[in-house]
C-alpha cells in the first residue's frame, strides 16, 4: 500500500508563496499517476494538478495555471506543488494523492491512495 505525506502548508498573505511537498513511499507500486487535490469544507475534492508516472507532460488545471506549478525528484520520491502569487480563494486543504487512472487525470473518484493533507490559509 502507497503512503502519502504532505507538508509545507501554511499561512501567507495574498501574493506570497508556497511550496507543498508530499514524500511517496513505494514510489512506482502499482499507479500511474500522482496529484494534487484541494478541498474547502463543505465542497467536493478539486483536482489542481496531476503527473503520470511513467513519463509524459504534466497538467495543471485550467483556474491555476500559470500562478501552480507541480514537479517531482524520483531520487528523492517527492512530489512538489509550487504555488505562486496565492489569492484567498486558493484557501483550502491540499492533499497528494497516487492512482491507477483511466478516466479523467484530475477526477479524486479514480484516486485509491490519499495523505493526510496540508493546510494552506491566503489572507487578504
Known amino acids: 500500500q502507497v503512503e502519502l505525506v504532505e507538508s509545507g502548508g501554511g499561512s501567507v498573505q495574498a501574493g506570497g508563496t508556497l511550496t507543498l511537498s508530499c514524500v511517496v513511499s513505494?514510489?512506482?507500486?502499482?499507479?500511474?499517476?500522482l496529484a494534487w487535490f484541494r478541498q474547502v469544507a463543505g465542497k467536493e475534492r478539486e483536482g489542481v494538478a496531476c503527473?503520470?508516472?511513467?513519463?509524459?507532460?504534466?497538467l495543471v488545471h485550467e483556474s491555476v495555471k500559470g500562478r501552480f506549478a507541480i514537479s517531482r525528484d524520483n531520487a528523492k520520491s517527492t512530489l512538489y506543488l509550487q504555488m505562486n502569487n496565492l489569492k484567498p480563494e486558493d484557501t483550502a486543504m491540499y492533499f497528494c494523492?497516487?492512482?491507477?487512472?483511466?478516466?479523467?487525470?484530475?477526477?479524486?473518484?479514480?484516486?485509491?491512495?490519499w495523505g493526510q493533507g496540508t493546510q494552506v490559509t491566503v489572507s487578504s
Open positions: 494523492a497516487a492512482g491507477r487512472v483511466s478516466g479523467w487525470v484530475l477526477g479524486a473518484a479514480n484516486y485509491a491512495s
Open positions: 513505494k514510489w512506482t507500486y502499482n499507479y500511474n499517476y
Open positions: 503527473f503520470p508516472t511513467a513519463g509524459g507532460l504534466p
